[in-house]
């Protein structure tokens, strides 16, 4: 834990919340920078992190990758962490609309209908909250 006192701050216009600017040190990721302000002249600052890396999402390889429509892609990640923490089910955006609430789980299976070049996009956190994100594309043909 660091104790932070006096510090480069901005404050948000219109509002009278204040921002801190912090560079982690090294290869630290931030978790938590937890504000709370006193009453009168004093303000006290905390700021956590941990150190590690994101899981990644491997696909099989034996994903196939390309055919005719309509094409049915069946795709499982192996999921990585080279911190050895628990990776927690995947959360998959088949559409590009940022939202990953298409399905859940390391394995998916989907109908695509129509030719054309698509995305689909994982993301997966470990149980220490570290995010990992991968992005596949993928072709059907005619």
């Known amino acids: 834990m660091i104790d932070l006192f006096d510090g480069p701050f901005q404050t948000d216009p219109g509002s009278d919340r204040k921002k801190m600017l912090f560079n982690p040190i090294g290869n630290m990721d931030l978790q938590t920078f937890a504000v709370r302000n006193n009453p009168g002249p004093a303000v006290d600052y905390k700021l956590t992190w941990e ?18 429509a309509p094409f049915t892609l069946n795709l499982t990640v192996i999921p990585e962490d080279e911190d050895g923490d628990t990776v927690l089910p995947a959360e998959w955006d088949f559409n590009e609309d940022d939202d990953f609430t298409d399905a859940t789980g390391f394995s998916i299976s989907r109908v695509y209908e129509n030719p054309g070049t698509y995305e689909v996009d994982a993301r997966a956190y470990d149980d220490k909250g570290f995010l990992g994100y991968v992005s596949y594309v993928f072709e059907v043909t005619p």
């Open 51 to 68: 150190q590690g890396r994101p899981p990644r999402l491997v696909p099989d390889p034996g994903t196939v990758w390309t055919g005719p």
